[in-house]
């Protein structure tokens, strides 16, 4: 039995990866924050040593973007100290660290969705933070994957879907912006990738390591999928407002975004034959199941 310890998982994505259910031979093991918190090295390194562990998924961090803008000291703690520490006591324990990290690390000023490769730049304090967690991750623990997500959405906390069936309910014309173009990542999609390169890193010493893209695919704006799911809402017969496209311009925000998330992802279906959804399924069916209850 494989036992993997895997922060953040009330979040979007830990709540997906708890959803998976069981996977034969691994045991995932969600502490919560309190017991394992990225801010507290003691207490990492307290649980790490105290069991016997295969491999780490970090999927906690300071996610709120714009807020980051002014709490730059509590980001960085989190999503560049916290990581850094666990790539080192990941690397003292010999085993891998899989890390999530985010599309915002590009500035977006690329015309071609990104590769791997490509030099960063973000323009936000939370896309700057995340970079330096990357470069702590690959400085202190070289056997680790990095899987950059875009735009994550699920049926759980909060994200563009469940905010755009919030506000449809009472509002008839949402302006959404249409020159931020990406693609929607499905949290369930991105948690079953994470586990399956988990189990490749510990059963493999030949699997790549290294910084991987995964997203749905098919490009699109934001103002595009607020389009899809007002569609869906319709098909529901719930109301669904009109979707007025705008530019960034003209929703000003105090973190600056990217203009291109585009995440290309040919390096992590060569190597793990991981491949991404149709974006647009991944939508629906996170719409369906949010319409249909089954989540809060
Ligand atoms: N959301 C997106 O659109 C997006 C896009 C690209 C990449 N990503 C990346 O994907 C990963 C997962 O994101 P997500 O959407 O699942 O995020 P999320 O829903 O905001 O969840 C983050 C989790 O991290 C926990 N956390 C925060 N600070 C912590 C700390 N000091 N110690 C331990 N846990 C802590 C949070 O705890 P609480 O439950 O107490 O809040 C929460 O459970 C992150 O690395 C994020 O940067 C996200």
Known sequence: MKRILVTGGDGQVGQAMKALGSISETELVFPTRQDFDLSDAEKMRSMLFSNVWHCVINLAAYTAVDKAEDNTSE?????????????????????????????????????????????????????LSKE???????????????????????????????????????????????????APTSAR????????????????????????HFCNSGYVSWADIAGHIMEILTEYGRPASRIERISTSEYPTPARRPKNSCLN????????????????????????????????
Not at 81 to 105: E, M, R
Not at 189 to 212: N, W
């Open 265 to 296: 992802t040919q390096a992590i279906s060569e190597a793990f034959h991981i491949n991404p959804k149709d974006g647009r399924d991944a939508v629906r069916l996170i719409v369906s199941e949010i319409i249909q209850g089954e989540f809060q």
């Open 75 to 127: 980001a960085f703690l989190i999503n560049r100290d916290g990581p850094a520490k666990l790539a080192q006591l990941t690397a003292n324990l010999g085993i891998p660290l899989v890390h999530v990290s985010t599309d915002y690390v590009f500035s977006g000023d690329l015309d071609r969705p990104y590769i791997e490769t490509d030099v960063t730049g973000p323009i936000n304090v939370y896309g």
């Open 189 to 212: 999609e991105l948690a079953a990738a994470l586990v399956h390169i988990t189990t490749e890193l510990i059963s493999s010493k030949d699997a790549q390591r290294g910084t991987f």
């Open 132 to 182: 330096a967690g990357e470069r702590e991750v690959r400085t202190h623990n070289p056997n680790h994957a990095i899987i950059r997500a875009s735009w994550v959405v699920s049926p759980y906390r909060s994200n563009f879907i469940k905010t755009m069936i919030r506000l449809s309910a009472n509002q008839s014309v949402l302006r959404v912006v249409s020159d931020q173009i990406g």
